[in-house]
């Protein structure tokens, strides 16, 4: 199951535009996809049996059931190249979503999209964070202060845009299988989380990293948690409010600034 991979990558890639965090090549975003895990081809989803099944199989079986949802909550922290990522975010199948992103030290990214239309409300440390990347760190609090509470729109054909508004995507990626990573995967044990019963599954990489896959037991199978916690890359994830719909609301148009008018200021404060 591909989910450390593309939260990985995702997080990693979010702040690409404003030079925050770089993404491409071989750097973190497809380092940490070559260790994600992959499932075997999806199965039938539906309350698992872990008496009767085996490790793969139920795996499979989370996978189908995250792959069949409509919406899904994720939050957690991650840990990319010895940075913290933390993210907040509910996501549709269709690619719609709000929540919030960050990059630890380096600022936060408040996130909206809608209709395959992506609004973003950068922190003020985001701010002086991209002005220091700029060569001008002097204008980060120019910056701050003149989009101060305002959200950025307007500039989806601008790839960093669209590499914000990918993070969206949460259930695809989950649910999606490409057959290249080779984990394996052993039974654990029954677990609780968040008052959820569940059971373990370890995975295993190429790389002999381990991380924990939390599978609930009651009702659909779905991953409720993985995470690792040993390793250079240590962090957690947890999923909850399945199917439920979201509450998105596109910010008032004077509360929005086009992007254009952002990459402008940037060359110029």
């Known amino acids: 199951m591909p989910a450390k991979r593309f939260v990985y990558a995702s997080i ?3 702040l690409l535009a404003a030079g925050a965090t770089a993404c491409g090549g071989d750097k973190a975003g497809d380092k940490a996809a070559d260790k994600a895990g992959a499932a075997a081809p999806p199965a039938k989803a539906g309350s698992v049996d872990i008496e ?8 499979k079986q989370a996978q189908t059931a995250m792959g069949g949802l409509n919406s899904v909550k994720v939050n957690g922290t991650l840990t990319v190249e010895g940075g913290k990522l933390t993210f907040d975010l509910a996501a549709s199948k269709a690619g719609d979503c709000t929540g919030s992103v960050g990059t630890g030290s380096e600022g936060k990214v408040e996130l909206v999209r809608i209709g395959g239309r992506t609004w ?9 964070t991209v002005a220091a990347k700029e060569g001008n760190a002097k204008s980060g609090a120019v910056l701050a202060e003149l989009f101060k509470g305002r959200y950025i729109t307007n500039g989806q054909d601008d ?3 669209k590499e914000m508004a990918e993070v969206c995507d949460l259930i695809g990626a989950i649910s999606k299988d490409d057959g290249t990573s080779g984990d394996k995967y052993t039974k654990g044990a029954a677990a609780d989380v968040d008052g959820t019963k569940a059971f373990s599954i370890t995975a ?3 790389d002999g990293e381990h991380s924990t896959l939390y599978v609930a037991t009651q009702g659909k ?4 948690r993985m995470e690792q916690t040993a390793g250079a890359e240590p962090g957690q994830l947890t999923f909850s409010d399945f199917d439920k719909p979201l509450d998105l609301k ?7 600034i086009d992007f254009s008018a952002v990459k402008q200021k940037l060359r110029t404060a």
Do not use: H, M, Q, R
């Open 52 to 59: 009767k099944l085996g490790a793969e199989e139920i795996v």
């Open 12 to 14: 990693a890639c979010v």
């Open 204 to 206: 295993t990489d190429s």
């Open 250 to 256: 596109a910010p008032p148009a004077d509360n929005v």
């Open 221 to 224: 199978p779905y991953l409720v």
């Open 120 to 128: 973003i409300k950068p922190d003020a440390v985001f701010w002086n």
């Open 159 to 161: 790839p960093s845009l």
